[in-house]
């Protein structure tokens, strides 16, 4: 299954949920908490693939 054919309506609904999961005063939180983690995934990977490439140009 992929999370590409969601589309529009898919991500209201998730949203919908997730605000009366959540309340409107935890959303925020758990946007800035998502990037975050976002942000230092990207930032390992970016490390882990230049470290890759230095190690190949050495071989």
Not at 3 to 9: S, Y
Not at 28 to 50: H, N, Q, Y
Request: charged letters at 25%.
């Amino acid at each position: 299954m992929s999370f590409a054919n969601i589309g529009v309506p898919g991500l209201i609904l998730i949203l919908i949920i997730a605000l009366v999961i959540f309340g409107p005063n935890k959303l925020p939180e758990l946007g800035r908490a998502a990037g975050k983690t976002l942000k230092e995934f990207k930032s390992a990977t970016k490390e882990l693939i230049d470290e890759n490439e230095s190690n190949s140009k050495e071989k």
